[in-house]
T-cell receptor, first 113, second 116 residues
């Protein structure tokens, strides 16, 4: 079956540091890949997505590139802010018509001054 | 355009009671998904519905849990005879039937169920 593996957290960084959160996946076919962010006490917000190999999703300074050869979708940001503190979830969706998302376990990011 | 609405936001039940969670999808969306998030864990898929149809319920526990999405009104996730292990955050998501964003699910704020 499908699965998503994320690096374990928490990840603690100083403001303006570089961020990488690793995500690898196992899936049949060619899934779409997503990063969602969850702020404390809130629901998930879509951060970015990529639907085919070599696509790069980007939003709010975050980027992730769909790497089919390494089955990865690592999240990066060049300079994190305190407001980026949240839990980040990598997810995939099977090809075909609308269907369920498979999530990783989430990575908590804490950014300090 | 209002987002996905869920209510109640917080629900407290005693063991053995019933819990009803409601979800109104975004306007124009006809697909609804329910996910459960246990403390400190990721989201697990429960069920996928379209209007009056259950498309995929492979993540639903076999006992006590049911879901519906009637022709009129919100989608309902119903948990009968709740137990402490049902305490979790339940998230609803919706996606459109057609268009460029059919693969993107938009999430509601969740219902946090506490079973005493």
């Amino acid at each position: 079956g499908n699965s998503v593996t994320q690096m374990e957290g928490p990840v603690t960084l100083s403001e303006e540091a570089f961020l990488t959160i690793n995500c690898t996946y196992t899936a049949t076919g060619y899934p779409s890949l997503f990063w969602y962010v969850q702020y404390p006490g809130e629901g998930l917000q879509l951060l970015l997505k990529a639907t085919k190999a070599d696509d790069k999703g980007s939003n709010k300074g975050f980027e992730a590139t769909y790497r089919k050869e390494t089955t990865s979708f690592h999240l990066e940001k060049g300079s994190v802010q305190v407001s980026d503190s949240a839990v980040y979830f990598c997810a995939l969706r099977d090809t075909g018509t609308a269907s369920k998302l498979t999530f990783g376990t989430g990575t908590r990011l804490q950014v300090t001054l | 355009n209002a987002g996905v609405m869920q209510n109640p936001r917080h629900l407290v039940r005693r063991r053995g009671q019933e819990a009803r969670l409601r979800c109104s999808p975004m306007k124009g969306h006809s697909h609804v998904y329910w996910y459960r998030q246990l403390p400190e864990e990721g989201l697990k898929f429960m069920v996928y519905l379209q209007k009056e149809n259950i498309i995929d319920e492979s993540g639903m526990p076999k006992e006590r849990f049911s879901a519906e999405f009637p022709k009129e009104g919100p989608s309902i996730l119903r948990i009968q005879q709740v137990v402490r292990g049902d305490s979790a955050a339940y998230f609803c998501a919706s996606s459109p039937l057609s268009g460029a964003s059919t693969d993107t699910q938009y999430f509601g704020p969740g219902t946090r169920l506490t079973v005493l």
